[in-house]
Nanobody, 122 residues
Framework: QVQLVESGGGLVQPGGSLRLSCTAS????????MSWVRQGPGKGLEWVSD????????TYIDSVKGRFTITRDDPTNTLYLQMNSLKPEDTGVYFC???????????????WGQGTQVTVSS
């Protein structure tokens, strides 16, 4: 039974920080690329970041570079997204997702979490 459970979202003022967590189970977590994907109000899904198996290689959408950091802790099957200097345009539901193909960077996912709401507002 594959499960991805996000937590850590909330309401934060512009310039603030949040740390999202995603706890995975039901598959060999350490073998797969994991991603964070978000959906803002009235917007489509937007890939934010991914981290390859092993954790050495990370990528980010340009708009979050320098502000967000994706990490993973394989022994605990946990994916993280540290979000600093948050902006209103970062508002949305953040999902963690398991990439279908490890390291391929194709934007295809086979499992998703339920999402956690991030709201950046004064």
């Amino acid at each position: 039974q594959v499960q991805l459970v996000e937590s850590g979202g909330g309401l934060v003022q512009p310039g603030g920080s949040l740390r999202l967590s995603c706890t995975a189970s039901g598959f060999t977590f350490r073998q797969y690329t994991m991603s964070w994907v978000r959906q803002g109000p009235g917007k489509g899904l937007e890939w934010v970041s991914d981290i390859k198996s092993g954790g050495e290689t990370t990528t980010y959408i340009d708009s979050v570079k320098g502000r967000f950091t994706i990490t993973r802790d394989d022994p605990t099957n946990t994916l993280y997204l540290q979000m600093n200097s948050l902006k209103p345009e970062d508002t949305g539901v953040y999902f963690c997702a398991k990439d279908l193909y490890d390291g391929a960077g194709l934007g295809e996912y086979d499992f998703w979490g339920q999402g956690t709401q991030v709201t950046v507002s004064s």
